[in-house]
């Protein structure tokens, strides 16, 4: 039996292919589809919780846009036109700042 590593590498993946754990409960190996992996993930990884989350900093111009991004969307730029919370940001400025998207404009906070 080859190890992970002698395993030919896969580019893509669909809902229906198998991948391997073992499972304790059974006390051997088993496989599991990737959407039967998926909906558990989903199920039971729904409330993570954090302490801190690092997000790297990056200028404006290297964000996509608003739109592109998506309402939700959220960065931490080091050249933003403003510092006031909830204004429309641009790039060129002196601010660094958390922004996030509203879906057309990047905002700060």
């Known amino acids: 039996m080859p190890t992970i590593n002698q395993l030919p590498t896969v580019t893509t993946v669909s809902g229906g292919d198998q991948f391997p754990l073992y499972v304790t409960s ?3 190996a088993r496989r599991c589809s990737v959407t ?3 909906g558990y993930m989903e199920e039971n990884f729904d409330g993570v919780v954090a302490n801190t989350v690092q997000t790297t900093p990056t200028t404006y ?4 846009t608003a739109t592109n991004a998506g309402a939700g969307t ?3 730029i080091t050249d933003g036109s403003t510092a006031t919370f ?6 060129g400025g002196a601010n ?3 922004v996030y998207s509203d879906g057309t404009n990047w905002k700060v906070g």
């Open 61 to 64: 111009s290297q964000l996509p």
């Open 86 to 91: 909830g204004a429309t940001v641009v790039g």
């Open 36 to 38: 039967t992996m998926l």
């Open 26 to 28: 059974q006390g051997d």
């Open 96 to 98: 660094i700042v958390p």
């Open 74 to 76: 959220r960065a931490f």
